[in-house]
């Protein structure tokens, strides 16, 4: 069993350590936020002075962390050069790929394997073990890693060099976040239009207008599974990190002269969503409120 440093026990990280601990892993946990740290400490983790304190003995280090900045500071400030260099680093935090492919460039002129492993999945998937992560990084930096991740994870892939886990999460979710936005505008319509949305479900959701969106995620309520729409648009995926995550997709987009016109769009209806009109802390299918402004769920 290793040694693991694990800095940023949020909502996702939380789950995450609490999983590596009860693998029988020994983790060494910090986190600025005293709560955050206290709950882990609870869940089986020990709790260490600082991020530097924590990469004393580490044999693998894991960093959950809000967002660029963060990543970079913690790994300028209290790894590279502070953890032993025989430690594999991976950063589970979405960020953009840029701030991970300079990260892990400096984490390997120092001697460490690192890899960037965005997740998809939320806080509950963090919780029960069952995220999806994505892998940037070389051969021997992901094979390294994957042990650690399959315990947090129920599926660990491998997507290509440094930075190729935050393009593969950045592209998912605008993909995700403009199949959002279409899906919501196609209900209200349809509505409009007098169809009954429960038989306009059972028709698209089986021809060509189907995808995940609808069928694993419908923004209506009592229609398809259940979702957040059943829960008045509660819990769920949070529009406020949709519109993080859009950004992110915009940023790589211009980084590399793409066309993304529905991205741009779906980047534009969640600012106003998210940012506007106060919208952040409710599920991302919450957008049909604002497509519709007569939507009576
Ligand atoms: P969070 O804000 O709950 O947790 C982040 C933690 O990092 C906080 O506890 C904060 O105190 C800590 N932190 C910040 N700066 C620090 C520093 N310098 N040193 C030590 N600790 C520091 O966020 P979260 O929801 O856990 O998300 C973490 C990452 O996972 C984000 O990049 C997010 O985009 C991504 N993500 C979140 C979800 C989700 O559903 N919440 C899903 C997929 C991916």
């Known amino acids: 069993m290793a040694r693991i440093a694990f800095i940023g026990l949020g909502n996702m990280g939380g789950g995450m350590a609490a999983n590596l601990a009860k693998a029988g892993h020994e983790v060494v946990a910090f986190d600025l936020s005293e709560p955050a740290l206290a709950r882990a400490e609870e869940r089986g983790a020990t709790r260490a002075a600082s991020a530097e304190a924590a990469m004393e003995g580490a044999e693998a280090v894991v960093t959950m962390l809000p967002a660029g900045k963060h990543v970079r500071d913690v790994y300028e400030a209290s ?10 680093l991976m950063d589970c935090s979405t960020i953009d790929v840029a701030t991970a492919r300079e990260v892990i460039a400096k984490a390997a ?23 999806t992560f994505m892998v940037g990084g070389t051969d021997g930096a992901f094979e390294r890693a994957r042990p650690y991740l399959e315990i947090m994870g129920k599926a660990v892939i491998h997507a290509g060099e440094a930075g190729a886990g935050q393009a593969a999460k950045i592209c998912n979710n605008m993909l995700l976040g403009a199949t959002m936005a279409a899906t919501c505008e196609t209900f209200a319509m349809a509505k409009k239009l007098g ?9 698209s959701s089986k021809a060509s207008g189907q995808s995940w969106s609808m069928t694993s995620y419908c923004p209506v309520p009592g229609v398809g599974p259940e979702t957040p ?6 819990g769920g995926f949070a529009a406020g990190l949709m519109l993080k ?21 779906a980047e534009v209806l969640y600012t106003r969503f998210a940012e506007a009109l106060g919208g952040a802390g409710r599920d991302f299918s919450a957008i049909i409120k604002m497509i519709d402004d007569s939507w009576t769920p």
């Open 245 to 265: 995550d859009l950004r992110l997709a915009m940023e790589a987009a211009r980084s590399v002269d793409a066309y993304t016109p529905m991205g741009s769009e």
């Open 79 to 88: 790894i590279i050069g502070k953890a032993p260099t025989g430690a594999i």
């Open 109 to 131: 002129a120092a001697g460490y394997g690192m890899v960037d492993a965005p997740v998809s999945g939320g806080i509950a998937a963090a919780e029960g073990g069952t995220l």
């Open 229 to 234: 729409a059943d829960r008045d648009y509660e």
């Open 195 to 203: 169809l009954d949305l429960q038989t306009f479900y059972d028709i």
